[in-house]
């Protein structure tokens, strides 16, 4: 178990994007960021211990990382559990309008992300092809404080805001993110994972080329490789199950008390039609500190289309290439850069960039602009304590 850590402001990491790690200035405070939720019991406990050093761990070669992989254990890319320093590339092939291609692999022949680093037998990564069809899109890394919150709230609700705001005969039409399963998408800005369990499974392999039950085959790679050093599945599955606890059952960090003020501006500029500011979670969720409560996410954990500037070319579970799920407004302090790819320096621009052609996000974009200088103050303080 880590014990508590005082991070100072600084710059966390400055690296290649060739290895999947943009320049990120991150400040965090005194506080932790890795403390669990009250009320685990004995069992509970020492799972989130197992987790969390898993979590934490450096995989090497003999224990399954690679053949190709970007990162070499969870915390690189999500140090403290928040957002970042590391980042991922993804690939999109389109055509002249930027609208996905339907032969994707005839373009991406070894998938939609950059996987710069390999160990052996294999003998280079997966890299851009030097093709004008293929859109490049950074993606920071998420933050996984407070996510079993989002496990937790339930279908229900979910759907009642979505038809909500479909009432309201507005911009704003949120779209359940159903998987083709039928399941409700929660993870990933684009909602095309399920549960905390696959997420960390997926991340498993897919940011490290560790396999396991859930996603068995290794990725593609240029030297056509489908196993690495350790022969088989890489991970047993209460490894990955202790690693999804983990993040599920690590607590949302404290939050300041609420400037009424600042609450009042958020509401006036319409951010919480999507930014919903709690939901009611799940009586039967295993864990007993979020079952049956309101889950103060800050999110609807909709769908919404956010306009031509925000698309990726990418699309994903039941999102398209300009929909992307509403942000959790969860630990914010603990961001220096905000939107998917951090393109936004501050909480400003980032409100700023909902506006456009298309963004269902326009009115309240254009809503916050109209605010006074201090009202705008306000607002971001209060979105800032989050």
Known sequence: MRTARRIVVGILAVCSLATGCGPELR???????????????????????????????????????????IRASCASCHADDGRGPGSVERLAAVDANGDPLMDQGAVLPFGSVVRSEYVAPATRGVSAPDDPRVLRSLRVGPAVFGRGWIEAVLESEVERVASEQRAAGGAVRGRVPRLMDGRLGRFGVKARV???????????????????????????????????????????????????????????????AVDPAGRAAFERAQCSQCHVPSMATRADYPLAAIAGQRAELYSDLLLHDM?????????????????????????????????????????????????????????????????????????????QAL
Do not use: C
Not at 322 to 336: E, H, K, N, Q
């Open 307 to 383: 306009g031509k500037a925000l698309s990726d070319g990418i699309a994903e579970g039941a999102a398209g290439p300009r929909d992307w799920r509403t942000a959790p407004l969860i630990g914010m302090r603990f961001s220096r850069t905000f939107l998917h790819d951090g393109r936004a320096s501050t909480l400003d621009a980032a409100i700023r960039a909902h506006a456009g052609e298309g963004s269902e996000a326009d009115g309240s974009a254009r809503a916050y602009e109209a605010l006074g200088a201090q009202e705008r103050a306000r607002l971001l303080a209060f979105v």
């Open 194 to 256: 399920a549960t905390l369990r696959e997420f960390a499974a997926d991340a498993f392999r897919g940011d490290m080329g560790l396999t396991s039950s859930l996603f068995a085959v290794e990725v593609a790679n240029p030297d056509g490789l489908t196993d690495d050093a350790r022969a088989g599945v890489d991970l047993a599955d209460e490894q990955v199950d202790a690693v999804g606890f983990y993040v599920a059952a690590i607590a949302m960090p404290s939050r300041a």
């Open 27 to 69: 400040v965090v405070g005194d506080d932790r960021t890795d403390l669990p939720v009250p009320m685990l019991t004995e069992a509970q406990r020492a799972q989130f211990d197992r987790g969390d050093e898993l979590f934490e761990r450096p995989f090497r070669a003999s224990e399954g990382l690679g053949p190709v992989y």
